[in-house]
T-cell receptor, first 113, second 112 residues
Framework: DAGVIQSPRHEVTEMGQEVTLRCKPISGHDYLFWYRQTMMRGLELLIYFNNNVPIDDSGMPEDRFSAKMPNASFSTLKIQPSEPRDSAVYFC???????????FGEGSRLTVL | SQQGEEDPQALSIQEGENATMNCSYKTSINNLQWYRQNSGRGLVHLILIRSNEREKHSGRLRVTLDTSKKSSSLLITASRAADTASYFCATGVTGGGNKLTFGTGTQLKVEL
């Protein structure tokens, strides 16, 4: 298996622009997680899905952030409008039911100027 | 706030030495996991220990868990330069659903 695939790996955008980050989980994994990593706040859980349904979005910072999982093989995290404080590395991770181990993608490094 | 706090924040050792990292957490847990992150890469799972276990081994890794002290330690024996990375503990909190909360991390540098 190719592992969790995220795109883009790097994104540089200007304040106010819309940003869409994409994730393809490992086939057969029915949990998908979005994390954000910054030096100041470490790794923060933003939202997670089970069987494509959002279960807990309490970590989503504000209404500018939204996440969808239209099918078992694709999820998006959207920021609109983006702000400089959104600059971070965004990770997607997946796992199958019955295990605790998370499989992480390589991350999407976002820079908002 | 972070559920897990690692100690030390940074550790520098010579190749062949052992490295010990500690993690303290605040609430009751179902399991505790350790992950490694190489610079610019995603996190990689190392080992999981359940709340009813006290010690677990995997290759050169040894993890202990003391639920009475709400703490865990990760020991890497006979370290290698390739072990240079950041190490994070992560806790599955009792009643927390399927959330996994990560600690602040320990930066390990293994020098030749």
């Amino acid at each position: 298996d190719a592992g969790v695939i995220q795109s883009p790996r790097h994104e540089v955008t200007e304040m106010g622009q819309e940003v869409t980050l994409r994730c393809k989980p490992i086939s057969g994994h029915d949990y998908l997680f979005w994390y954000r990593q910054t030096m100041m706040r470490g790794l923060e859980l933003l939202i997670y899905f089970n069987n494509n349904v959002p279960i807990d979005d309490s970590g989503m910072p504000e209404d500018r952030f939204s996440a969808k999982m239209p099918n078992a093989s694709f999820s998006t995290l959207k920021i609109q409008p983006s702000e400089p404080r959104d600059s971070a590395v965004y990770f997607c991770a997946s796992r199958p039911t019955g295990t605790g181990e998370l499989f992480f993608g390589e991350g999407s490094r976002l820079t908002v100027l | 706030s972070q559920q897990g706090e690692e100690d030390p924040q940074a550790l520098s050792i010579q190749e062949g030495e052992n490295a010990t990292m500690n993690c303290s957490y605040k609430t009751s847990i179902n399991n505790l996991q350790w992950y490694r992150q190489n610079s610019g890469r995603g996190l990689v799972h190392l080992i999981l220990i359940r709340s009813n276990e006290r010690e677990k081994h995997s290759g050169r890794l040894r993890v202990t868990l003391d639920t009475s002290k709400k703490s865990s330690s990760l020991l890497i024996t006979a370290s290698r330069a390739a072990d240079t990375a950041s190490y994070f503990c992560a806790t599955g909190v009792t009643g927390g659903g399927n959330k996994l909360t990560f600690g602040t991390g320990t930066q390990l540098k293994v020098e030749l």
